[in-house]
């Protein structure tokens, strides 16, 4: 939270499985959209929050599997674990507010003599969450007689469901809408309210987060019958939430331009972004759009000519030198010159790049440094490197963009290495 000076532009509070996360498209088409949108136009100045039900272990577990940004805020378990930066440092204020009228072991005593109720498993058992399956017949009475049962044991808890076959059990104070209302009041008295903030969501756990005042609302295309359901209840006239036309990401970036939150033209939307021209300098678009090319290039998906390869020699210094991640230091001209062996190499492959954190900071007149995360998925695997680049302005109109002077990688924890490496 301390990264940003002032307000954030545009806090974003999304679900992960099935809103920010498309499980049934391998390709990972709107995520990527989505991130090169926020990676280009919003990382500087806006704030990314992830809010899902998933605990901390299958959290990090779901990361490895799909091309997930690093938010800047991390709620887990629905609502009850609040983390804080790339190192999740935990909440404890936020701990002490559910502490308030809860027992867990009450909690699973009286949750036990109710047989619809199967436990989840033990990684999602957290300290201030009871979570089990029951079937969607099943699901309004269990929770209505438990929910007695635990006022008449002095508790005072929230029953939850979502998905159609989670029912969570937390603390009365606890969910996702209560701790974007208590992130909300930090970042008042810090006098850093963003000044916008949009909530996406797809399941029952999501419905609070649309309750919180001032909040914008998307409930994706594909959002679960006791969302709809709840929305139909509850807030069907509020013009602030939107029930999108668009699934998963594709439909918070729908809801971004509904509600005019900024820029809503991801980079992977412009068909002609390679030879798009720019009036200033942009250092984050120029680091998303050339990872965006080596994608393509692989995947050829952009056509094979030279026009191309001289563009990036144009853009890139005689004497600029690329530190690769295993310590090799090249010229940059050469290894743009090798990129011709990669042409097509992951056709027809799965195979997706993507830049996280990009967070340029200019530090002289006419020069930028750069550091950024570059990712890549290649089938299961993911790899990347933290990297460092240097652009210059120097001689150069914005419109034939900035000039990349020296570029250094270091694997990230985890990536050894891949067959080839560029850039
Ligand atoms: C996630 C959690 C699960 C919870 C569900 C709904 O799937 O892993 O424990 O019940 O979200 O909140
Ligand atoms: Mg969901």
């Given at each position: 939270?301390?990264?940003?000076?002032?307000?954030?532009?545009?806090?974003?509070v999304?679900d992960?499985?099935?809103?920010?996360?498309?499980?049934?498209?391998?390709?990972?088409?709107?995520?990527?959209?989505?991130?090169?949108?926020?990676?280009?136009?919003?990382?500087?100045?806006?704030?990314?929050v992830?809010s899902t039900g998933r605990s901390p272990?299958?959290?990090?577990?779901?990361?490895?599997?799909?091309?997930?940004?690093?938010?800047?805020i991390t709620i887990m378990s629905v609502g009850t674990e609040i983390t804080?930066?790339?190192?999740?440092?935990p909440d404890e204020g936020w701990v002490d507010v559910l502490n308030n009228k809860w027992d867990k072991?009450i909690v699973a005593?009286?949750a036990?003599?109710?047989?619809?109720?199967?436990?989840?498993?033990?990684?999602e058992q957290r300290p201030h969450k009871a979570s089990f399956?029951?079937?969607?017949?099943?699901?309004?009475?269990?929770m209505?007689?438990l929910s007695?049962?635990l006022i008449?044991?002095?508790l005072d808890v929230k029953i939850i469901y979502s998905?159609?076959?989670d029912l969570d059990i937390l603390p009365q104070g606890a969910g996702k809408g209560q701790a974007l209302a208590y992130l909300h009041k930090r970042?008042?008295?810090?006098?850093?309210?963003?000044?916008?903030?949009?909530a996406?969501g797809?399941?029952g756990n999501d419905a609070e987060l649309?309750t919180i005042?001032?909040?914008?609302?998307?409930?994706?295309?594909?959002?679960?019958?006791?969302?709809?359901?709840?929305?139909?209840?509850?807030?069907?006239?509020?013009?602030?939430?939107?029930?999108?036309?668009?699934?998963?990401?594709?439909?918070?970036?729908?809801?971004?331009?509904?509600?005019?939150?900024?820029?809503?033209?991801?980079?992977?939307?412009?068909?002609?972004?390679?030879?798009?021209?720019?009036?200033?300098?942009?250092?984050?678009?120029?680091?998303?759009?050339?990872?965006?090319?080596?994608?393509?290039?692989?995947?050829?998906?952009?056509?094979?000519?030279?026009?191309?390869?001289?563009?990036?020699?144009?853009?890139?210094?005689?004497?600029?030198?690329?530190?690769?991640?295993?310590?090799?230091?090249?010229?940059?001209?050469?290894?743009?010159?090798?990129?011709?062996?990669?042409?097509?190499?992951?056709?027809?492959?799965?195979?997706?790049?993507?830049?996280?954190?990009?967070?340029?900071?200019?530090?002289?007149?006419?020069?930028?440094?750069?550091?950024?995360?570059?990712?890549?998925?290649?089938?299961?695997?993911?790899?990347?490197?933290?990297?460092?680049?240097?652009?210059?302005?120097?001689?150069?109109?914005?419109?034939?963009?900035?000039?990349?002077?020296?570029?250094?990688?270091?694997?990230?924890?985890?990536?050894?290495?891949?067959?080839?490496?560029?850039?």
């Amino acid at each position: 939270m301390d990264r940003l000076k002032s307000s954030a532009r545009l806090m974003i509070v999304s679900d992960l499985d099935h809103t920010m996360v498309d499980h049934h498209d391998p390709e990972n088409r709107s995520i990527l959209r989505f991130n090169a949108l926020w990676e280009a136009k919003y990382r500087h100045d806006s704030l990314l929050v992830f809010s899902t039900g998933r605990s901390p272990t299958l959290y990090k577990q779901l990361r490895k599997e799909k091309p997930m940004l690093t938010p800047d805020i991390t709620i887990m378990s629905v609502g009850t674990e609040i983390t804080y930066g790339n190192a999740m440092v935990p909440d404890e204020g936020w701990v002490d507010v559910l502490n308030n009228k809860w027992d867990k072991k009450i909690v699973a005593e009286e949750a036990s003599k109710f047989p619809e109720l199967t436990l989840q498993s033990e990684t999602e058992q957290r300290p201030h969450k009871a979570s089990f399956y029951v079937k969607k017949e099943k699901a309004q009475e269990v929770m209505k007689n438990l929910s007695e049962i635990l006022i008449k044991r002095g508790l005072d808890v929230k029953i939850i469901y979502s998905g159609g076959m989670d029912l969570d059990i937390l603390p009365q104070g606890a969910g996702k809408g209560q701790a974007l209302a208590y992130l909300h009041k930090r970042l008042t008295a810090e006098g850093k309210l963003p000044q916008n903030t949009l909530a996406c969501g797809d399941s029952g756990n999501d419905a609070e987060l649309f309750t919180i005042p001032d909040v914008h609302g998307v409930m994706v295309k594909n959002a679960q019958e006791e969302l709809l359901q709840w929305h139909a209840e509850n807030a069907k006239n509020n013009p602030k939430i939107i029930h999108a036309d668009e699934t998963c990401a594709a439909g918070i970036i729908q809801a971004i331009g509904y509600f005019k939150l900024g820029p809503n033209k991801s980079p992977r939307d412009l068909p002609d972004f390679l030879d798009s021209k720019l009036d200033h300098f942009d250092p984050a678009y120029e680091v998303v759009k050339f990872y965006l090319f080596l994608e393509m290039w692989q995947r050829a998906e952009i056509e094979n000519s030279q026009h191309f390869i001289d563009n990036l020699k144009a853009v890139s210094s005689p004497s600029g030198v690329f530190i690769n991640p295993f310590g090799v230091e090249q010229s940059l001209h050469d290894v743009i010159g090798k990129l011709k062996d990669c042409y097509g190499s992951k056709k027809g492959k799965q195979y997706q790049v993507w830049v996280d954190q990009v967070f340029p900071a200019q530090i002289d007149s006419d020069t930028w440094l750069v550091k950024f995360k570059k990712l890549e998925q290649i089938g299961e695997v993911q790899q990347g490197c933290y990297t460092t680049a240097i652009l210059s302005s120097k001689d150069v109109k914005p419109s034939q963009g900035l000039t990349w002077v020296h570029v250094h990688q270091t694997w990230m924890e985890g990536s050894t290495g891949g067959n080839n490496w560029y850039l």
